[in-house]
């Protein structure tokens, strides 16, 4: 099953050596936020670069399930931004 399905999910989480431990033991801190019911959803500091990445994504998922340009600007950047007319310079 999933671990994003919404049925209980049992974890176990296995350390079978000490030499990776920190970074085993930051995997176990992350996976408990995200099961955690009080955790605070973090909000991502986009940089220009990170969010150019993150649209390029958006729109490569966009184009692969059929949307339109009009469509995935709107998803972007919103309806009324996709619908006002070009600049131009």
């Not at 919404?6 to 079978?16: G, H, Q, R, T, Y």
């Not at 390029?56 to 007319?85: C, N, Q």
Request: glycine share 4%.
């Amino acid at each position: 099953m999933s671990i994003l399905a919404c049925e209980p999910v049992k974890l176990s989480f296995v350390i079978d050596s000490l030499d990776e431990f920190q970074a085993k033991l930051k995997t176990l801190q992350r996976a408990q936020r995200v099961y955690d019911p009080q955790a605070k959803a973090e909000i991502p500091e986009w940089t220009r670069h990170s969010l150019a990445l993150r649209n390029a994504l958006v729109s490569l998922d966009s184009h692969g399930a059929g949307k339109s340009y009009f469509e995935t600007v709107a998803f972007i950047h919103g309806e009324a931004r996709a619908r006002a007319p070009k600049k131009r310079s």
